[in-house]
């Protein structure tokens, strides 16, 4: 019933929030997050640290899948004509995948 009560007074009157503090804690870990950012730019360079896809494959490799132009052929005034194709593209990651064999353990 207590929490109850505390609950409609802050519903009621609002809840205080000491906005120097939330503000020099944002600018700490501003600073954290920068650091972060120049560290993972300096070991992988070009990859997006807010893209699982591109994070997974620079770690643990696999298949890539990307866009691309190619020639299909001539309009008929003589200039080339393009059309957008799929390609997949195999990527190496920095950790090779290990697979351990595991005994069967439903096997009797």
Same mark, same amino acid.
Do not use: C, H
């Given at each position: 019933?207590?929490?109850?009560?505390?609950?409609?007074?802050?519903?009621?009157? =609002?809840?205080?929030?000491?906005? @120097?503090?939330?503000? $020099?804690?944002?600018?700490?870990?501003?600073?954290?997050?920068?650091?972060?950012?120049?560290?993972?730019?300096?070991?992988?360079? =070009?990859?997006?640290?807010? $893209?699982?896809?591109?994070? $997974?494959?620079?770690?643990? =490799?696999?298949?890539?899948?990307?866009?691309?132009?190619?020639?299909?052929?001539?309009?008929?005034? =003589?200039?080339?004509?393009?059309? @957008?194709?799929?390609?997949?593209?195999?990527?190496?990651?920095?950790?090779?995948?290990?697979?351990?064999?595991?005994?069967?353990?439903? $096997?009797?």
């Amino acid at each position: 019933m207590d929490a109850l009560r505390a609950t409609i007074e802050m519903n009621r009157n =609002g809840m205080y929030v000491n906005w @120097t503090y939330v503000e $020099s804690q944002r600018l700490a870990y501003q600073k954290v997050l920068e650091e972060a950012w120049k560290a993972a730019e300096e070991i992988a360079p =070009g990859v997006d640290t807010a $893209s699982p896809k591109q994070l $997974s494959l620079y770690f643990f =490799g696999g298949e890539e899948k990307y866009k691309e132009k190619e020639q299909d052929g001539f309009y008929k005034n =003589g200039k080339p004509r393009f059309k @957008t194709v799929e390609k997949v593209r195999k990527v190496e990651g920095k950790y090779p995948p290990t697979l351990k064999k595991r005994k069967n353990s439903n $096997s009797m």
